[in-house]
């Protein structure tokens, strides 16, 4: 069937900001999705609020509005549009959900929905209608029951018993359920999802712990094709989301005969859905027997996975598939001469491993349960199941406890946390049985035995370090050089004369059936290569890795645009190195040349050996790629290879990095700064400390995203600083800095080519310094600055950028206090505010960079530093609903997971419009509670006098009821929840509060504190925990309730 | 143990042997499916080749002999990247292998080698297991005969006729090399099914009084079964014939259309063929010889082809009543996508 001819123009909602449980996997395929589409001659119109993402980049769609994803707001946007569908499965369950919200209110009623029918939405979700589906089509599910309401837990128990699995209707992620073990815990999990569920059920269910969980990725079409891309097995076994999962792909442990009955199980399945495009169906197994667990009827992160795993581009094909095209009429792009009818035969073994934030996160629970709680994962590639497992615990790039006590090792294996694959290699050296551990896990055999095989190799290794013969094993098992060098003692000369180079194998969709043109290649330990070197010039630009908090999609969105620039280029290839799955910069079709490898020093290394570099990257990926500039240098001059570090040079770096030589440069050229100094010791730490002055702000260096950087009030805190600090980074001193108490903060991103400076954009922050910039919203222009100071801003970045030596990109920061600006800190690369800056203002700086670094200049360019007479604010989306536990409150630690953008004429509305995105959407009417440190009671004054002129009602307890009411601003008492029901926890347990402002109090109401953030975040009410920020939202506040929002494609603004 | 593969074209590799001492040569062709080794090795269709497994790890859950689509296993010897250890089955396929006394070979960069043979063609190779005597094993393939040359189908034919009762519909059987799950196709439809040696007549044939005659899959190339193509001449037009893989290719000659040899052939589970009306189905397959479309005389449609090259997959002469398909419809490895499509249509068609 050709191309649906009436179908000439499509909507893409995109998924919004990264979150946990939606990461970039929607950004991935929402791009592939836009490519597609317009290979096809269809204009794209896309909605997403996130302006980190590829797909809301100029030229990516025909018109892209960076806008909330509000149904009303995109229903106005349909309204001016006017498309004839609407693509609903590419945004993850924000696009679907938002899709069904559409139908219902009745805005889709000229617009086909494409791919995923309405109808497979609801059965998807609805527990009951799916329920009612597959017993109508004869596959089993899991006995259960659906409740609507707390005074049902009794015969839900009667029905399927404990323990019990809890799955609110209509969540990210899995978000709000959990196991019951008990009848407290189920009626706790219950509350709480009932809460989080956008139509208040929950589904109890037969509890499948314990069985196999097989994941199929199933493809179909107009003619009813249907093919399975993937099978993906996940080594933790069910009651663990498969996002936080161990996962193998293809299945290893079923026989072809119970393989094919889920096979074909998912093929009815996803024909009774009548989904047209790809759809994710997960089964629980256990001998012979199966149940089906759940179907995602769109792409998802398990999609994303099988493509990178299989190298089918599951969103590609997809998108075609929703406008009519067939399976056999959609080239596989990978071979280039077969068609996409046909299933992935793959010859090499994937890994997927999550990674989680709770290193940011001490008070965290750190259980993983049917919610997902990870934010991002590592896939790795190898030709057996212990190089593949290897390969991803390098690739983790995590600092992993070893466990030695045999009864924490049980109580980790048995009620997991993130630690527990490492715990498994723990568990097998501490000589715990597979048949042991299987009782503890319910953990295939198969993979512990593997396990096994790698911790046997390590003990051999130790037992017979000079075994040339044990080394190559250990190689083959996928260890890498260091690790050999660590066991043995030997030098890593000695293993690499031992070993041979690593062979670079291609991921090609077919086992090798067909000859195939893509590029993307894993290493192994085999004796042939497929990489023939060449004489053209390469460029290798260092990815970026999993998604953690501190380093997220904004360095992918970084290298994506660096790739992108140089490939512009006259003869330069372009090859990337990463191993997240979920990214764009992974796509096959992004780079020249794509290596799924870890990054760790020698991974690299051994790439840069295989063939003739011109250069290589480290300033787009993060502070990760950023730490291996010195290394990867070294090793350059070692080997005498030809390749050079392009960019700023790692010595430049080094400055930026090391206090001392930073401070000696800015006496240099006269740029004040904070009091500053370091210290090696504890001793040392509490002098310089005691010098500068309390209240400082203590860090170790080498950070990312400001880990394990706090505000340190006196001596007593200092000495409990250094006790973790010095732990998380043993081989770098602790910075200490004088902290500059409500000072505004300016972020700052540049290109400079070594002669001139590009200033892309002026950021100043909406919170004061000393809460981490990557969790403080911003604005671009600034607000609150007089030219003369914005001057100075420009002058500065201009010096120091010079003045270090910068050859690409730049970040500042600075805080102004009484007019004078302080730097802060300067990072020769890439910053997490770069889309944003890109985005607000139309300059690519990443992409300049990358041409400035490759000896281009800027003057020839032809960009120049932007006057813009709109406002865009970014906001952050913090993870504290999906973590429990967490410390909701704000400081120099990154915390968040991503941002928005607003965008407006107008600050209070663009501040409005991030808020919305931020899923923190400003209240126009109804109650507002207040409750604010003491010290700050003047400051909120006029801004609680705003919110009641502007119709609010504000509560609050006893003090700050007392102080505004001297004010002579009415406001009711509230209890305070150390005081008894009924007291702010009630209202807001009744939906009685539509805005709770609380800022952080003294020790003595921290409970209270504490206490009143969790239930914000649980009930999902609107929260704002600074002053600054309260001051904003009343601006927006009345910004809305007198204009009108500009709803307007992002080209408008950059016209 | 050691073990030496060597090839036609003067190359070897080494690796690790398993199952027992030992050589072999003949065929070396590649198989791209990812669960079901102990189908494929023993799919009596192998006899005469050696059978590599791209997928890198095998004899992951044992060696599940519930699933073998023969009495034993039929390759002449197996190559692969790792053969599992421990797997959760008690009875690995190194254990087997001992115990049945086959050959195997581990440790083998299996990709350089699929790739070898997609650029090259299928190549001869011997498999010696307890010597790394490269050249030794080269003199090996370069001795053996080509497949066209080879006679292989006695060897995996039954030796006298049997029956498997059943309260449908009488098929006659000639079994080139059959595969046990083509009966459990047509048994789970009821039919009674009369299963004939190789080189039956048609005169026996006709005496059961069959409501259709159904040909096997096979080994090697089909002109070497004369036997079944003179029966099976004699055949057409007398009852409907119906055909899986070789049992294609036979028809086909038969009606005096010609096969060729594929330059490495069909094998994998992951084979999409195109139906006539234009879907699409994935199928399992295990062919080095092909049909001829263009030999096919009038009156015979082709119905399906293969979506990667455009190969014949199957066709059907309305007037003589003959059904027949190169792909594997019974699947075992591989998906049954279809099976209900085929034997389903098989019964249709009698009645």
Request: with cysteine; net charge negative.
């Amino acid at each position: 069937m050709p191309k649906k001819a009436h179908i000439r123009k499509v909507l893409i909602i995109g998924s919004g900001p990264i979150q946990i449980g939606q990461a970039a996997e929607f950004d991935f395929s929402g791009s592939q999705a836009c490519r597609a589409m317009r290979e096809e001659g269809v204009e794209v119109v896309l909605v997403n609020s996130n302006p980190a993402t590829i797909q809301t980049d100029p030229g990516m769609a025909e018109t892209i509005y960076i806008e909330p994803l509000r149904s009303d707001i995109i229903a106005k946007i349909i309204e001016k549009e006017k498309p004839d569908g609407i693509l609903s499965g590419m945004g993850g369950q924000t696009g679907l959900n938002m899709t069904a919200e559409l139908a219902e209110k009745g805005a889709l009623k000229d617009v086909e929905i494409l791919g995923t029918p309405l109808e497979a939405i609801y059965k998807g979700e609805d527990r009951e209608k799916f329920r009612s589906l597959m017993m109508e089509i004869g596959e089993p599910v899991p006995k259960s029951i659906i409740l609507t309401s707390l005074t049902q837990i009794e015969e839900a128990i009667n029905a399927v018993g404990l323990p019990a699995v809890v799955r609110p209707a209509y969540t990210l992620g899995g978000a709000g359920g959990g196991i019951a073990r008990t009848r407290e815990e189920l009626l706790r999990i219950v509350e709480l999802g009932l809460s989080r569920s956008r139509i208040h059920q929950v589904l109890i269910e037969e509890s499948v712990l314990g069985w196999k969980e097989i994941e199929f990725e199933v493809m179909r079409d107009s003619a009813d094709t249907c093919i399975i891309i993937c099978g993906m097995e996940n080594v933790d076994p069910m009651g663990i989301h498969t996002g936080e999962s161990v996962v193998v792909a293809p299945i290893l442990t079923l026989r072809d005969d119970e393989f094919q009955t889920m096979r074909s199980a998912a093929i009815k399945i996803i024909r009774a859905l009548d989904v047209q495009g790809g759809c994710n169906i997960q089964f629980a197994f256990r001998n012979g027997d199966y149940r089906v667990i759940e179907v995602n009827p769109r792409v998802s992160r398990s999609s994303a996975l099988a493509s990178k795993a299989t190298g089918y581009p599951i969103a590609r094909v997809a998108a075609k598939i929703a406008i009519g095209l067939r399976l056999d009429e959609i080239t596989n792009t990978v071979t280039g001469c077969t068609p996409a009818s046909f299933e992935p035969a793959i010859d090499y073994i994937v890994v997927k491993v999550p990674r989680w934030p709770f290193d940011k996160f001490k008070g965290a629970d750190r259980t993983l349960s049917t919610a997902m709680k990870s934010t991002g994962e590592v896939m790795a590639i190898g030709r057996t199941i212990e190089e593949a497992f290897m390969k991803a615990k390098r690739s983790l790039d995590t600092d992993v406890q070893t466990h030695t006590s045999p009864s924490e090792i049980r109580m980790i294996l048995s009620r997991p946390t993130d630690e527990r694959f490492h715990c498994l290699f723990d568990a097998i050296r501490l000589g715990m049985t597979v048949d042991e551990i299987v009782q503890l896990t319910s953990i295939t055999p198969f993979f512990l035995e593997k396990i096994k095989n790698i911790v046997d190799m390590e003990k051999r290794l130790a037992a017979a370090p000079d075994s040339d013969d044990e080394i190559l094993c250990a190689k083959r098992y996928g260890f890498s050089t260091a690790e050999i060098v660590q066991i043995t003692g030997r030098k890593p000369e000695e293993i690499e004369r031992i070993v041979p180079a690593p062979a670079y194998k291609m991921v090609d969709t077919c086992a090798a059936e067909f000859p195939a043109n893509t590029p993307y290649f894993y290493s192994t330990c085999e004796p042939v290569c497929e990489i023939v070197p060449t004489d053209t010039k390469k460029v290798l630009i260092l990815g970026s890795g999993p998604i953690r908090i501190g380093q997220g999609i904004e360095f992918d969105y970084c290298t994506v645009h660096a790739v992108q620039a140089l490939r512009e280029e006259e003869g330069i290839e372009v090859h990337i190195v990463n191993n997240n799955p979920e990214t764009v910069s992974t796509d096959f079709d992004t780079s020249d040349r794509l290596f799924f490898e870890p990054m760790q020093l020698e991974d690299v290394v051994n790439i840069l050996k295989k063939d003739g570099y011109y250069g290589v990257m480290v300033q787009f990926g993060g502070q990760n790629a950023v730490n291996l500039a010195v290394p990867i240098e070294q090793e350059i001059q070692r080997l005498g290879l030809k390749t050079r570090i392009l960019g700023t040079s790692p010595d430049a770096m080094d400055i930026a990095e090391d206090r001392d030589r930073f401070s000696l440069l800015l006496k240099k050229l006269k740029i004040p700064c904070p009091a500053n100094t370091s210290a090696y010791s504890e001793a040392e730490a509490k002098k310089k400390a005691e010098q500068i002055g309390y209240p400082v702000l203590v860090r170790p260096s080498y950070v990312l995203g400001g880990r394990a950087m706090e505000i340190v009030h006196d001596e007593r805190e200092l000495e409990t600083y250094m006790k973790e600090a010095v732990r998380v980074s043993r081989n770098h001193p602790v910075l200490i800095d004088s902290y500059l108490q409500n000072a505004i903060e300016l972020d700052v991103d540049a290109v400079c080519d070594g002669k001139e400076v590009l200033i892309g954009g002026i950021m100043e922050h909406i919170e004061q310094a000393g809460i981490h910039s990557g969790d403080s919203a911003c604005v671009i222009p600034t607000q609150s600055l007089p030219p003369g100071v914005i001057d100075t801003v420009r002058e500065y970045t201009r010096k120091l950028a010079l003045g270090l030596g910068v050859i690409g990109l730049v970040n500042l920061q600075m805080a102004v206090k009484d007019n004078i600006v302080y730097i802060l800190e300067a990072n020769p690369r890439a910053s997490r505010t770069v889309p944003f800056v890109s985005k607000a203002t139309g300059i690519p700086i990443a992409k300049i960079a990358a041409k400035v670094m490759i000896g281009r200049r800027l003057k020839d360019l032809g960009y120049s530093e932007r006057e813009i007479d709109h406002v865009a604010v970014k906001e952050v989306l913090l993870p504290f609903n999906k973590l429990a536990g967490v410390d909701t409150m704000l400081g120099p630690e990154m915390k968040s997971t991503g941002e928005v953008m607003g965008i407006d004429y107008d600050f209070g509305l663009a501040f409005y419009k991030a808020c919305i995105s931020a899923d923190n959407e400003l209240p126009l009417k109804g109650n507002i509670f207040i409750s604010v440190n003491m010290e700050q009671k003047n400051d909120v004054i006029p801004i609680a006098r705003k919110l009641r002129d502007l119709g609010l009602i504000l509560y609050g307890t006893e003090g700050t009821v007392d102080y505004l009411h001297e004010a002579g601003i009415e406001a009711n008492l509230v209890r305070k929840v150390q005081e008894g029901s009924p007291n702010v926890l009630d209202m807001m347990r009744h939906g009685e509060i539509r805005l709770i402002i609380n800022t952080p109090q003294d020790k003595k109401s921290r409970e209270d504190h504490y206490q009143i953030m969790r239930a914000a975040v649980d009930f999902q009410i609107p929260y704002i925990t600074t002053l600054q920020a309260a001051r904003a939202a009343a601006l927006a506040i009345d910004a809305v309730k007198r204009e009108k929002m500009t709803l307007e494609p992002i080209s408008h603004y950059l016209k | 143990m050691k073990a030496v593969l060597g090839l036609e074209d003067g190359s070897f590799v080494t690796g690790d042997g398993f199952g027992v001492e030992g050589e072999c040569s003949g065929e070396l062709v590649f198989n791209t499916l990812m669960t079901g080794y102990m189908e494929a090795l023993s799919d009596p269709s192998y006899a005469g080749q050696i059978l590599m497994f791209t997928f890198p790890t095998i004899g992951n859950y044992g060696a599940d002999v519930q699933n073998m689509q023969s009495q034993g296993v039929k390759v002449l010897g197996a190559v692969c990247r790792e053969i599992c250890e421990v797997p959760d089955m008690k009875q690995t396929v190194r254990d087997y292998f001992e115990q049945k006394r086959l050959l195997g070979m581990s440790g083998v960069d299996t990709r350089s080698l699929t790739i070898k043979t997609r650029v090259h063609g299928t190549m001869r190779a011997a498999l010696v297991v307890g010597s790394d005597d490269g050249d030794y094993a080269v003199r090996l393939a370069k001795k053996a005969p080509s497949i066209s040359d080879c006679d292989l189908i006695p060897s995996v034919s039954c030796k006298a006729p049997y029956r498997i009762p059943g309260k449908g519909k009488r098929v006659a059987i000639i079994d080139l090399g059959l595969k046990t799950n083509i009966i459990t196709s047509l048994t789970r439809r009821k039919g009674d099914l009369y299963i004939f040696p190789h080189n039956v007549t048609h005169e026996e044939i006709f005496g059961c009084e069959p409501d259709c005659l159904f040909i096997t899959n096979g080994p090697g190339d089909p002109k070497q079964a004369k036997d079944a193509i003179a029966t099976l001449k004699k055949c057409i037009g007398e009852l409907p014939i119906f055909g899986i893989c070789m049992g294609n290719q036979l028809a086909a000659l038969a009606l005096g259309g010609d096969t060729y040899k594929l330059k490495f052939g069909h094998r994998g589970a992951n084979q999409p063929v195109k139906y006539v009306d234009g879907r699409i189905f994935i199928t399992t397959q295990n062919h080095g010889f092909c049909v001829d479309a263009e030999s096919l005389p009038e009156g015979c449609e082709v119905t399906f082809v293969n979506a990667n090259d455009g190969t014949v997959e199957g066709f059907e002469n309305e007037d003589l009543r003959i059904n027949c398909v190169q792909f594997h419809p019974e699947a075992h490895a591989g998906p049954m996508d279809t099976e209900c499509h085929y034997f389903d249509g098989l019964f249709r068609r009698i009645g």
